[in-house]
């Protein structure tokens, strides 16, 4: 039997890892906080990655991406405070110089080092900064947390998870960080995870075991329906532990760490009151069962009346109906939590004071069945606030 | 020649239109302000209308699209307070009683009257009240204002535009009232729109007219990317003019009332403090272009830096880049007005001061030049605003 356990960590709780974090004035020129973290493999590690869909990359999403295919990874460099994204040829060069600079540092190749950046978008990165910065940095196994809030941008709390799992072959650790806020959308958005193992995992592996499962958790999030050009997840296994578990067992191990991220994520979205499990059941195919989620999950209109603690019902209906899924407004019921609020079209008899005192709790699930089919699809979202829109009125 | 002149009069000034309004306390019972409306024709109308493409579409929907098929209309009645959406076969029996009763009131059959309802979702429809209230209803030339202001849910100010248009074969008058505010999407949204005309036109070449109008108009302005279940965009033409003008000219004064009130509906949405125009050019395809404009105009990221008078270009580019219309970032151009803000995909040499001049109008239009191909469209669409937030709260 296998054993799973919470541990303390983050992105170095898996053996042969370090971190470490410094403060350069990447946004401002002013050093107030840190804005730049490395992670740091002690032997080559196998690396998966995936990235954004959205046709603007940016320029560090490029270079990670050509870095990946050279072989094995050492390290990942991050900086918040700018994206160096929509910075055109000058933002590849600057992406490759910060790799550069940070091999240089560690003494190892540029290829075998990982960029992230996330930030302002179309300011050109200050890479002389970021070659100071990098010098200031000392890495340890204590590093995990500095580097996890080093990335933070508008995220409130630092995203780290851990976990040692015990199988009859021998223990091994899984651990991650992940910054989040605004902009999320399934497919990732402007959010950058950073993920280390010290299982042994072959790199074909790696990538399928990965590319599942964020399938499973970061592309099941949506605070704003926006997608971001600088999404990132990062994999690194180093073989550290000398353990080669199980496909079922590093999958699990690994959804364990990639969810709770997600769910982080989402719930420290910008200006969130509420987190909302949207489920589908019973759509005639699983996409339709995505789009009827997702419809509900980006509505304005349904996210400001979950801010207001509304069981709005219409208004969820009314995003199935343009959703473009199969549905027989007759046959439909919504439920939130275990109460319905809508059966066959129509509201349910369900008293609204308890509706609302669902609506208004911090968290609560949407659940809405649409008696044609057989397929499901859920995601996690929040509501819609006034904070919000006053986060992003622009700088 | 023909000349073209705007006139006051609205629905009615049209020759052998009236209209009127009164108050039933249709939302609380309560009555503080005129809530149910007629337009009436004294001669048997051509008609054609164009409804939601929702599947959840609204009872009033389903009878007037019934109606429709019976031939030539004599009335429209309307009301707020009231979607009669999401009711069941309550909701359409409700929605029936509605026209019957009209009918009844002005001597007609019911499948001569067509039926909006606009408000609240999911409520039954107090069709004794609304009853009560049809028999205070006095038709008048003068009444078109009282009607356009009878629909109003939210919005702030009545919509209401009329023209004359004299050409050489005589002279004719179109004239029309509509609703708009939230729920504002490509595809019409909590709209309603009634628009008459004393022209001689043929239901065949009506329905064609009115189909490619809402197109060009109603079918291109987004508020909040929601599409409603009770959109309606009614056409009659009574022929009360005697004169019967070339498909073109009418076509032309029909654009001018749809096109006029799909921007008093924009400028007049929930929270809104800016009404921008965003242009695609040299897309791939149509398609492509329609793809990039509303994935621009429903940001919701973009749309709070427009609030903010932010014109960050970075959340368009981004826009674009998860549009999935064809694209090379380093051939885009993007402006504000006529001023360059992204060139080749990175910022232009435009002063940011200058920009931020325009993106702090109440108006402004955002152009992308593509660079791809040579197919345009054009959008319009608002900011948003911690006001539509609040507004949409919930009940």
Redesign the interface.
């Known amino acids: 039997m296998n054993e799973i356990r919470q541990i303390k960590g983050g992105v170095c709780a898996a053996a042969g890892f370090t971190a470490g974090a410094t403060g350069c004035g990447i946004k401002t020129g002013e050093v107030t906080r840190d804005d730049l973290a490395i992670v740091f493999s002690e032997f080559p590690a196998a690396a998966a990655a995936t990235f954004t869909?959205?046709?603007?990359?940016a320029a560090p999403v490029r270079v990670s991406a050509d870095h990946l295919r050279s072989g094995r990874v050492r390290a990942v460099v991050l900086n918040s405070g700018n994206?160096n994204?929509?910075?055109?040829?000058?933002?590849l060069d600057d992406a490759r110089a910060m790799a550069a600079d940070t091999a240089a540092h560690l003494g190892l190749k540029p290829e075998q080092v990982l960029v992230c950046s996330t930030g302002?978008?179309?300011?050109p990165l200050p890479v002389a900064r970021i070659r100071k910065g990098l010098l200031g940095i000392r890495l340890a196994r204590a590093g995990g947390t500095a580097a996890a809030r080093a990335i933070m941008t508008s995220d409130t709390v630092a995203k780290e998870i851990a976990f040692d799992i015990r199988t009859e072959d021998g223990a091994f650790r899984i651990g991650g960080m992940a910054k989040g806020a605004?902009?999320i959308?399934p497919?990732m958005a402007t959010m950058l995870c950073v993920i280390t193992t010290d299982a042994v995992v072959p790199r074909a592996a790696l990538r399928q075991a990965l590319r599942e499962s964020v399938e499973d958790s970061f592309n099941r999030i949506t605070i704003?329906?926006?997608?971001?050009?600088n999404d990132t997840v990062i994999l690194l296994a180093n073989a550290g532990s000398g353990v080669a578990p199980a496909p079922g067992v590093f999958r699990s191990a690994l959804d364990g760490v990639t969810r709770a991220l997600a769910r982080r994520i989402v719930e420290d979205g910008e200006g969130v009151s509420r987190f909302v499990e949207v489920e589908i059941h019973r759509a005639a195919t699983k996409a339709d069962a995505r789009r009827a989620a997702e419809a509900i999950a980006?509505?304005?209109?349904v996210k400001?009346?979950w801010?207001?603690?509304?069981p709005?019902?219409?208004?969820i209906?009314?995003?199935?109906?343009?959703s473009g899924a199969k549905?027989k407004?007759?046959a439909i019921a919504i439920f939130y939590d275990a109460l319905p609020v809508?059966t066959?079209?129509?509201?349910a008899a369900t008293p609204v004071k308890k509706l609302r005192q669902i609506a208004a709790r911090k968290a609560f699930r949407v659940t809405v069945d649409l008696q044609v089919g057989s397929a499901s699809h859920g995601v996690w979202t929040t509501d819609?606030?006034?904070e919000?829109?006053?986060l992003?009125?622009?700088?």
Chains 1, 2 share one sequence.
Do not use: F
Not at 224 to 229: A, I, V
Not at 312 to 315: C, I, L, Q, V
């Open positions: 869909t959205n046709k603007v990359k994206a994204a929509c910075t055109g040829q000058h933002g302002r978008i179309g300011v605004g902009m959308d497919n704003d329906g926006d997608m971001s050009t980006n509505s304005t209109l400001c009346a801010a207001g603690g509304d709005n019902w219409g208004r209906l009314d995003a199935v109906g343009y549905m407004e007759s809508a066959g079209g129509v509201a819609l606030t006034e919000y829109v006053r992003n009125l622009g700088e």
